[in-house]
């Protein structure tokens, strides 16, 4: 699987977009980029998935560059539950097994 | 969205003994399940994969004498830690993969914190 790089950490005000980049220049073209939150002690959470086209679910919003060698994470109106560790991972949709990175620490501040 | 549980979701047990966590797909049936670890202060680290009715596969580092894992059923995966020392004292993490028909896509566990004492 291709590795991604992101930020150690972000800072973010509340009820402002939280914007995460993560840069994964060896990406194949059929890797697909998923995005996962940890919260503090707790597991692993999905938060979106994407191959190349932009998406969208009640969670966030996934920006895929057209060379696909980067993607940003956006969530619109961060809340303090946003305060977490996103992970960026790069993988074949399925089969392969998920490779936690170190992610970016996203602390939201009220 | 898939749940996985895991119980306990916390334990405290003294050296040299062993302890079993449990991890359970609820919803849906998981021919594959995964069990990570994760140091304070550091990523979540692969150590096996474990298929139903077979032997687990461990991750390089990992001793499977050690970390032994039963996946007996579609819904359950046990990981037992023998003999437990101190420096076994992390937060373990299961994770289960979907069917074919769903994707293949991975949901985690709330995760165990194992203090060894």
């Known amino acids: 699987d291709a590795k991604t790089t992101q930020p150690t950490s972000m800072d973010c005000a509340e009820g402002r977009a939280a914007n995460l980049p993560c840069n994964h220049s060896?990406?194949?073209?059929?890797?697909?980029v998923y995005w996962y939150r940890q919260i503090h002690s707790q597991g692993p959470q999905y938060i979106i998935h994407?191959?190349?086209n932009n998406e969208t679910n009640e969670m966030a919003s996934l920006i895929i560059t057209e060379d696909r060698k980067s993607s940003t994470l956006i969530l619109p109106h961060a809340t303090l539950r946003d305060t977490a560790v996103y992970y960026c991972?790069?993988?074949?949709?399925?089969?392969?097994?998920?490779?936690f990175g170190k992610g970016t620490m996203l602390l939201v501040s009220p | 969205g898939a749940v996985v549980s895991q119980h306990p979701s916390r334990v405290i047990c003294k050296s040299g003994t062993s302890v079993k966590i449990e991890c359970r797909s609820l919803?849906?049936?998981?021919?594959?399940m995964f069990w990570y670890r994760q140091f304070p202060k550091q990523s979540l680290m692969l150590m096996a994969t474990?298929?139903?009715?077979?032997?687990?596969?461990?991750e390089q580092g990992v001793e499977k004498d050690k970390f032994l894992i039963n996946h007996a059923s579609l819904t359950l995966s046990t990981l037992t830690v023998t003999s437990a020392h101190p420096e076994d004292s992390s937060f373990y993490i299961c994770?289960?993969?979907?069917?074919?028909?769903?994707?293949?896509?991975?949901?985690f566990g709330p995760g165990t914190r194992l203090t060894v004492t």
């Open positions: 994770s289960a993969r979907s069917p074919r028909d769903s994707g293949y896509e991975q949901y």
């Open positions: 060896t990406i194949s073209g059929n890797e697909y």
């Open positions: 994407g191959l190349k």
């Open positions: 991972i790069v993988r074949v949709r399925g089969y392969s097994t998920l490779t």
């Open positions: 919803d849906f049936q998981a021919t594959t």
């Open positions: 474990s298929n139903e009715g077979s032997k687990a596969t461990y």
